[in-house]
């Protein structure tokens, strides 16, 4: 089964930077595609970014496209998202999350992900 450990949340001004760090382990992490979440108070969860198991191919929301970048590491069994020009509406709760059959238009499916880390906070203020 595989675990997932966030790390690198914080708060952070708008227009300032943080990377956030997701530790997958397990025999068969490195065959699962990677993503990020984020939900903010009120809010449904939604989709941020994700990797595929090659870490060949990238995806992300509209909202987030140009400011943050999604990369990972099989040796190291990591993912990172590197989120810049951070505005006050990137506040919430980030989630990594390992998806078994992702490919194409699943990868942004909440659905699609079955193992989900704890969850780091990023607050971004103006």
């Known amino acids: 089964q595989v675990q997932l450990v966030e790390s690198g949340g914080g708060l952070v001004q708008a227009r300032g930077s943080l990377r956030l760090s997701c530790a997958a382990s397990?025999?068969?992490?490195?065959?699962?595609?990677l993503g990020w979440f984020r939900q903010a108070p009120g809010k449904e969860r939604e989709f941020v970014a994700a990797v595929s198991w090659r870490g060949s191919r990238t995806y992300y929301a509209d909202s987030v496209k140009g400011r943050f970048t999604i990369s990972r590491d099989n040796d190291n069994n990591t993912v990172v998202l590197q989120m810049n020009s951070l505005k006050p509406e990137d506040t919430a709760v980030y989630y990594c999350?390992?998806?078994?059959?992702?490919?194409?238009?699943?990868?942004?499916?909440?659905?699609?992900?079955?193992?989900w880390g704890q969850g780091t906070q990023v607050t971004v203020s103006s």
């Open positions: 397990g025999r068969t992490a490195s065959s699962y595609a």
């Open positions: 999350a390992a998806c078994p059959y992702c490919s194409g238009t699943y990868y942004s499916i909440l659905g699609m992900y079955d193992v």
